[in-house]
């Protein structure tokens, strides 16, 4: 069971942003999504151009809720509908040091469904996301729960300016769907976090400003863990601030600031998101992450990504990934890195698969390790 939750923690998603989109010069996520930080609902642009530009094949329509077999053309423009499913298959195959033993795991687990409906407006929209896999569940394959776990209101007085709030994870960092990868829920930035030894869905209360231009980008968020999970008073702010160049290439800053009863955490971070041409694009972000627990040692750590893909034809791309995380750069014994190819496939509009083959190194294992995960997801 423990196995299930950690990989809960780290898989578990929703229909997060595409920052590849930099390639085809989309450097603002309001050009596919209703949300300004990206993923959950698409707008009518955003589903066509996930026929038009994304996906291997499509006909006429498919990209529509259903297949299109639903006609929603009278509601398209105040009615946005959504909904997911998404599984994972995970093989891990390590030997630790501690007794030589190699140990080989392999299961496939049933990470998230349900559906998000959003009423939109010029001004204003409101949405909500209703389904959960119950965590509980040590097979966690079966109940589904209607819980709304993220929900949210924003308002956009200009075309530049919006305000958001709800509960929702801040927007911090590059959007990727991975949230096994050491920026996201190392940081606390994953859909699920691990708090007091429960799991819980999008743990924080957040409100959100964006200034979104042609050229530079600011959000300052503040939010507060919700207090059922907690109580140690967790609450914290995120800023960032990014500039696009030549259309394709945005380069950002970003900071974070999180303190409780107990603890204090500060993180600092640059972000990159590179469209080379049409078919090479390159993300990376690098975290710098102070650890201040009260009564202990301040530590210092590193999250560092890396992840450049090149588009062999339409929709199918070839990736090269490094991701290395060190709780505390003082101590070589808590780094981990990964290192490996994948592929990202989006054969029709609503599908997408995703494989990543990683060779693991860290200091508890006499020798590196695999860590390699199918990913699937259907969105409605």
């Known amino acids: 069971m423990k196995?299930?939750?950690?990989?809960?923690?780290?898989?578990?998603?929703?229909l997060w942003a595409f920052p590849e989109m930099i390639k085809h010069g989309y450097v603002n996520c309001t050009a596919c999504h209703v949300s300004p930080s990206g993923g959950g609902v698409l707008n009518p642009y955003g589903r066509n151009l996930s026929a038009e530009l994304i996906s291997t094949w499509s006909y006429k329509g498919e990209e529509g809720i259903l297949h299109g077999a639903v006609n929603t053309k009278k509601v398209d423009e105040w009615l946005a509908i959504g909904g997911d499913y998404r599984g994972v298959q995970v093989h891990t195959d390590y030997t630790t040091k501690s007794n030589g033993v190699n140990k080989v795991d392999g299961r496939w687990i049933n990470m998230q469904v349900g559906f998000e409906l959003g009423i939109i407006q010029p001004k204003w929209a409101v949405v909500g996301f209703i389904g959960e896999y119950k965590l509980e569940d040590s097979s966690h394959i079966n109940k589904v729960e209607p819980k709304v776990n993220r929900y949210y209101g924003l308002f956009k007085p200009t075309d530049e300016l919006t305000f958001k709030v709800g509960r929702f994870q801040p927007n911090f960092g590059i959007n990727l769907p991975d949230h096994n990868l050491s920026t996201r829920t190392r940081l606390g930035m994953g859909l699920l976090s691990y708090r007091g030894g429960e799991i819980?869905?999008?743990?924080?209360n957040t409100a959100e400003v964006f200034w979104l231009g042609e050229e530079y980008n600011f959000t300052l968020s503040g939010y507060r863990i919700r207090k059922e999970l907690t109580e140690d008073n967790d609450k914290g702010f995120t800023y960032t601030a990014s500039k696009v160049f030549a259309e394709k290439f945005k380069v950002g800053l970003q900071g974070l600031r999180e303190k409780s009863d107990i603890s204090e955490t500060r993180i600092f971070g640059v972000t990159g998101q590179l469209g080379w041409?049409?078919?090479?694009?390159?993300?990376?972000?690098?975290?710098?992450?102070?650890?201040?627990?009260?009564?202990?040692?301040?530590?210092?750590g590193v999250a560092f990504i890396h992840r450049t893909g090149y588009e062999v034809f339409k929709g199918f791309q070839?990736?090269?990934?490094n991701d290395y995380y060190q709780s505390n750069i003082d101590n070589g014994a808590t780094k981990t890195y990964r290192l490996g190819p994948g592929v990202i496939w989006y054969p029709r509009p609503h599908?997408?698969?995703?494989?990543?083959?990683?060779?693991?190194?860290?200091?508890?294992?006499?020798?590196?390790?695999?860590?390699?995960?199918?990913?699937t997801h259907y969105y409605f």
């Open 318 to 321: 070839v990736l090269a990934l």
């Open 200 to 204: 819980s869905i999008e743990d924080k």
């Open 277 to 300: 041409n049409e078919k090479w694009s390159t993300l990376t972000e690098y975290d710098r992450i102070r650890n201040m627990p009260d009564g202990s040692d301040e530590t210092t």
């Open 351 to 375: 599908f997408d698969f995703q494989f990543f083959a990683t060779r693991e190194h860290r200091s508890s294992l006499s020798e590196p390790g695999t860590y390699a995960w199918l990913m």
């Open 3 to 14: 196995l299930v939750f950690i990989l809960s923690v780290l898989f578990a998603q929703s």
